[in-house]
């Protein structure tokens, strides 16, 4: 896979395992009938998969801060926001938590993207977040799309 090959092994196969939970939303939201839990549970345990991954990301941003000195100490504030609109998402509607977690999800890649060409992330990391961001945000809109057709 050319995403794996990009990066390192352990770290693409990290990042795309990290898809998951999303991948068997999605699959349970075509087959509702084979989710073993009640539905209601699981909506929630992927908003707060969701919301864990932002809390990441924002954590992610304050490393590369206190390591490398990359960014200003705004850094530290947008950082948070991650957290806080994972926070937010999980108190939502799952229609309206979703759609939160693909804006906070294409803001924190657009953000490493940018910076992957800036040079003050590696331009590996950079490919691998936008790979990882697109797949996260079709995979969520997808879900989307099914549950208002399906409502």
């Known amino acids: 896979m050319w995403l794996i090959q990009s990066f390192s092994t352990i770290t ?8 998951l939970p999303f991948l068997a939303g999605l699959f349970f939201t075509i087959f509702p009938g084979l989710l073993p ?3 209601v ?22 490393g590369i801060r206190l390591g490398s000195g990359a960014g200003s100490e705004l850094t530290y504030v947008a950082g948070i926001l991650g957290s806080i609109l994972g926070f ?9 938590g979703l759609t939160m977690l693909i804006i906070g999800f294409g803001i924190y890649g ?7 060409f800036q040079g003050t992330l ?9 790979v990882m961001t697109a797949l996260v945000c079709a995979v969520l809109a997808i879900i989307i799309v099914i549950r ?3 409502a």
Request: charged residues 15%.
């Open 122 to 130: 590696p331009r590996n990391y950079a490919h691998m977040r936008s």
């Open 148 to 150: 208002l057709l399906s």
């Open 110 to 116: 657009a953000w490493d993207i940018w910076a992957g």
């Open 12 to 19: 693409g196969i990290a990042a795309l395992l990290g898809l």
């Open 41 to 62: 549970i699981y909506e929630r345990a992927m908003l707060g998969y969701g919301a864990a991954i932002l809390s990441f990301l924002g954590g992610v941003r304050w």
């Open 88 to 96: 937010v998402t999980v108190l939502m509607p799952v229609e309206i």
């Open 37 to 39: 839990i009640d539905a």
